[in-house]
């Protein structure tokens, strides 16, 4: 297991990063400088990263050596249209049950706006003031 770094040290090392990609300021250059001269960890660190890089940039560019054979390209084409189409046909099927299920719900029963005393047989008297219509 590795030492646990401060966290100072920690945002060093992302300034050596930042560094190699010329994104920093004077002044976090400074920083990075005074921390780097007297952390000998972070000095390391900032001279592996430094190698690393450079060895990555100076690299030739690879080329892939082999292409997948047609035979295969079209096998892997099929394969692809199945699933899509048996994707399609239970995404389909999913929705018909939904459907249906929804359409056997039952369907909401109406209310009755006649007063529960009144629908027990109690005489209710009309509103005086609400003309009866006849």
Known sequence: MGAVLSAECGRVRLLVSLGLDGELSQVEQASLGAHVGRCAACAEFARDLEALTQELRTAPLERPVAQVPAR??????????????????????FGSLAGSLNSQAPTATRVSTTPFFAQAGTHVLPNPSRPIAV
């Open 72 to 93: 295969r390209r079209s096998a892997l084409r099929t394969l692809h249209v199945g699933a899509a189409a048996a994707a399609v046909v239970l995404a389909a099927g």
